[in-house]
């Protein structure tokens, strides 16, 4: 069964800089589609990134676009969320989401398509 944790969240001024991480254990990661997704209290969970098992596709909304990016080290089993230029609307809990695949190049932008879930981690944007 997989798990996973992220990590690398906290306080941050207007304009700065966080990288998340999202650690897998119990499983391989490296044939599995990896989403990011924020959300916060009475709110819907937003999509914010998703990536090919392969790592070649990647995925944003127009609301990170060009500011986020998401990776992966499938020898570290480990996928990342690069968030610069951040903005208090990225306050949120962040979380990183896993779902098994055949295809190196699929990804899913909707929550209800992956499977396994992380804890999630705080980020919170001071203005």
């Known amino acids: 069964q997989l798990q996973l944790v992220e990590s690398g969240g906290g306080l941050v001024q207007s304009g700065g800089s966080l990288r998340l991480s999202c650690a897998a254990s119990g499983d391989t990661l490296e044939t599995y589609v990896i989403g990011w997704f924020r959300q916060i209290p009475g709110k819907e969970r937003e999509w914010v990134s998703t990536i090919s098992s392969s790592g070649l596709n990647t995925y944003y909304p127009d609301s990170v676009k060009g500011r986020f990016t998401i990776s992966r080290d499938n020898a570290k089993n480990t996928a990342y969320l690069q968030m610069n230029t951040l903005k208090p609307e990225d306050t949120a809990q962040y979380y990183c989401?896993?779902?098994?695949?055949?295809?190196?190049?699929?990804?899913?932008?909707?929550?209800?398509?992956?499977?396994?879930w992380g804890q999630g981690t705080q980020v919170t944007v001071s203005s």
């Open positions: 989401a896993a779902q098994p695949t055949l295809d190196p190049r699929s990804v899913n932008i909707e929550a209800r398509g992956y499977d396994y």
